[in-house]
């Protein structure tokens, strides 16, 4: 082995590198953070504080430390694109992917300036230090550790739907079953009232509808809703973390969420556990074991998720929102009252009895990229605002018969904990089994998903998925040579 020093313009690069000198090229940028802007680095920080660099290698990059005042505390998380450095050094093995991150809690130091670095380790032998290393200070002080997360899902911008046109169940709320009460129409239909009940109170005009809460059904708790009648729910979901100076500093005490400035939901109060609504709802401390990579040393980082659940067209009936933008904002306490609103996204709130829902859903398998041969499995789910009719499996274009959906091909609790009130939610499963590939040449093909709904709109989901076919060692199977010994 031997130090060798690797030159490019301003860079300038300290490692230890085999005999043979393995070309390696990295920097560490340095602190993430809204310094002096959004995009711009730090200086200093407290809590959490994103570190962020980039590596690569003739043989790729193995591994990314982190080290403090030269002590290694923690392996980064490498692999993010960098296009910047794609342009800059194409053709090697992470030209595309060669950045890595991780988040410090800089609560585990001493407060005061502290020396931040990086090494890397490439899968040839090379253990190299990064570039520019950085004296960072840390400035915390419990009064300005307040938790922190994210509003992870549904993203910013997005249409969310409700069912605004609630049927005869009880107090406005429909679901598949019983009920002792019923929605109460106005005995006129031209009645100002009405507004977005009408359809359903008169029928499209004529006088009222004879199922209300005059019915006798209704009075003695006899009417029962259909799959139509479902109440749609939008799950709201993301993480809340908390670090501190102490023990008795750190951790979140509760998540609440907020509609255009109103809470609709907080964790310590209203967290309970409903079937429609796909599980626990308006709950903190679920779990989140994906965090525990992104930030390893942060109180309750697996446990970190929370989940709130909204009747959209609840609250557009009863006018606590409107149809049209809205703002939903997540605010976190921690155990020693610090509060904060950690995050809020803008959604657009619809009824889904007027806007048509495009289907959606994910294609399992094939999975892109791999390499099948023989007998060949499609399958996935789908669902539709509007109930899913059929699915259809295309390869290359052509429509392949035979694809099943629904009951009796299995469930998936994930996507019934994160879409319920959907009409096929408890069985969305779509599946074409014994695809004989035998029936396409070896290589790369195309498969494609068209989901038909109830009203006959068609649209093709998931995307487009490539898988490759070679079936060549069935074809010509090696026979083994048999020799006779004498």
């Not at 694109?81 to 130091?109: E, I, K, M, Q």
């Not at 255009?260 to 309970?272: D, F, L, Y």
């Not at 009203?455 to 487009?464: H, R």
């Amino acid at each position: 082995m031997r130090r060798v020093i690797v030159s490019l313009g301003m860079l300038v690069l300290l490692g230890t590198a085999p005999v043979f000198g393995e070309q390696v090229f990295g920097r560490f940028d340095g602190a993430g953070g809204d310094c002096d802007g959004p995009g711009t680095l730090c200086n200093a920080g407290s809590g959490v504080i994103g570190m962020i660099g980039w590596a690569i290698a003739e043989t790729g990059i193995k591994r990314v430390l982190l080290l403090v005042d030269g002590v290694i505390v923690a392996q980064t998380t490498y692999g993010a694109p960098r296009p910047d450095v794609a342009l800059t050094f194409p053709g090697f093995p992470d030209s595309n992917n060669p950045g890595w991150t991780h988040n410090l809690n800089s609560t585990r130091w001493a407060n005061g300036n502290h020396l931040i670095s990086a090494r890397a380790e490439t899968f040839g032998g090379t253990v190299f230090d990064l570039d520019n290393a950085h004296d960072i200070g840390f400035t915390n002080d419990p009064f300005i550790l307040p938790p922190f997360g994210e509003i992870e899902r549904p993203g910013r911008n997005e249409d969310v739907f409700g069912t605004c046109q609630r049927a005869a169940c009880g107090n406005g709320v429909c679901e598949v079953g019983l009920k002792e009460n019923c929605l109460t129409c106005p005995s006129d239909c031209n009645s100002q009232e009405l507004g977005l009940l009408s359809d359903f109170c008169c029928g499209g005009g004529g006088g009222p509808n004879p199922i209300d809460c005059d019915d006798a059904r209704c009075s003695l708790g006899a009417f029962t809703c259909s799959e139509e009648d479902r109440i749609r729910y939008t799950v709201v979901s993301g993480y809340s973390l908390d670090t501190g100076l102490t023990q008795e500093d750190e951790g979140v005490a509760w998540v609440e969420l907020e509609t255009n400035g109103a809470i609709v939901g907080n964790s310590r109060t209203s967290c309970v556990f409903d079937s429609s609504q796909g599980g626990l709802s308006n709950c903190y401390g679920l779990p989140r074991l994906d965090l525990e990579g992104r930030f390893p040393d942060v109180l309750d980082s697996p446990s970190a998720g929370f989940r709130f659940v909204l009747d959209v067209g609840g609250m557009i009936v009863n006018d606590l929102v409107t149809i049209g933008a809205n703002t939903l904002t997540a605010r976190s306490g921690d155990i020693s009252n610090h509060f904060e609103d950690i995050d809020d996204v803008r959604l657009n709130f619809l009824c889904a009895e007027f806007v048509s829902e495009p289907s959606f859903g994910r294609i399992e398998s094939p999975l892109d990229g791999r390499v099948y041969s023989g007998l060949l499995t499609f399958q996935g789910w789908a669902l539709d605002g509007e109930g899913v009719d059929e699915v259809e499996v295309y390869v290359n274009g052509s429509k392949i018969d035979g694809t099943l959906y629904g009951p009796g091909l299995g469930t998936r609790p994930l996507v019934a904990a994160e879409y319920p009130g959907f009409q096929d939610t408890e069985a969305p499963v779509w599946r074409l089994s014994n695809f004989d590939t035998n029936q396409l040449s070896d290589g790369e093909h195309q498969v494609q998903v068209r989901v038909i709904d109830n009203d006959g709109d068609k649209v093709f989901i998931a995307g487009e998925v490539t898988f490759r076919v070679n079936n060549l060692a069935n074809r010509f199977p090696i026979k083994p040579l048999v020799v006779a010994l004498p």
